[in-house]
């Protein structure tokens, strides 16, 4: 597509459901990535797919978060037993492979656990 | 490690020129800036490079100083379009470390 498409672009569940959130990058993107913003706070890193290659899940906050790639294209995003601190914005990114190529992010998903 | 951006917010007149800052305790291999409005995603603006280059795009450009281990941007004749949280991102590879975000306010 044109550019990253993410969805749903809002969510609201409860405390303790299993949530899961799309990221459709543009095509041809190599690199997809997932980042969370919290209210009026910077951009926190999540996790990285580049191509075929193992991800890097370095930046997942727990056990509970878990994300996947399929077909090196679309990517879910997936928290379980979500808790209140899991409120925020989650953001996908995508670029072309190299280091000169600036990431383009979707709309986002706001999530919201009462 | 997150790199710290300076100022955390500035308010300017239409006209006036801003810089801003951004700073890691890392050896720099490229740095990104992008601009955020609110509610919106963050966008690109521009990458620089390992090599002290300088980088323009319209009116804002920005530097790259590798034994400083900072970044610049600079924004001049600010219109009321550059509203927003500017982020700088670093990293040796693609994976990018956001900075803390510097607000930027234009005012007529």
């Known amino acids: 597509g044109a550019g990253v498409s993410q969805s749903p672009s809002n969510k609201v569940t409860e405390k303790g459901k299993d949530v899961e959130l799309r990221c459709d990058p543009i095509?041809?993107?190599?690199?997809l990535y997932w980042y969370r913003q919290s209210l009026g706070q910077g951009l926190e890193f999540l996790i990285y797919?580049?191509?075929?290659?193992?991800?890097?899940k370095s930046g997942l906050p727990s056990d509970r978060f878990s994300a996947e790639r399929t077909g090196g294209s679309v990517s879910t995003l997936t928290i379980q037993r979500t808790q209140q601190e899991d409120s925020a914005v989650y953001l996908c990114?995508?670029?072309?492979?190299?280091?000169?190529?600036?990431?383009?992010f979707g709309s986002g998903t706001r999530l919201t656990v009462v | 490690q997150q790199p710290v951006q300076s100022p955390q917010a500035v308010i300017l007149r239409e006209g006036e020129d801003a810089v801003i800052n951004c700073s890691s305790s890392?050896?720099?291999?490229?740095v990104h800036w992008y601009r955020q409005k609110h509610g919106e995603a963050p966008v690109f603006l521009m990458i620089?490079?390992?090599?002290?280059e300088q980088k323009g795009h319209e009116k804002i450009s920005a530097s790259f100083n590798e034994k400083k281990q900072q970044s610049s941007l600079y924004l001049t004749a600010s219109q009321l379009s550059y509203s927003g949280t500017y982020f700088c991102?670093?990293?040796?590879?693609?994976?990018?470390?956001f900075g803390t975000g510097t607000r930027l306010t234009i005012i007529p």
């Open positions: 990114a995508s670029s072309s492979q190299g280091q000169a190529s600036g990431y383009t």
């Open positions: 095509s041809g993107h190599t690199a």
């Open positions: 797919f580049q191509g075929n290659s193992a991800p890097d």
């Open positions: 890392k050896a720099l291999y490229s």
């Open positions: 620089l490079l390992k090599g002290g």
């Open positions: 991102g670093t990293g040796r590879n693609e994976k990018l470390t």
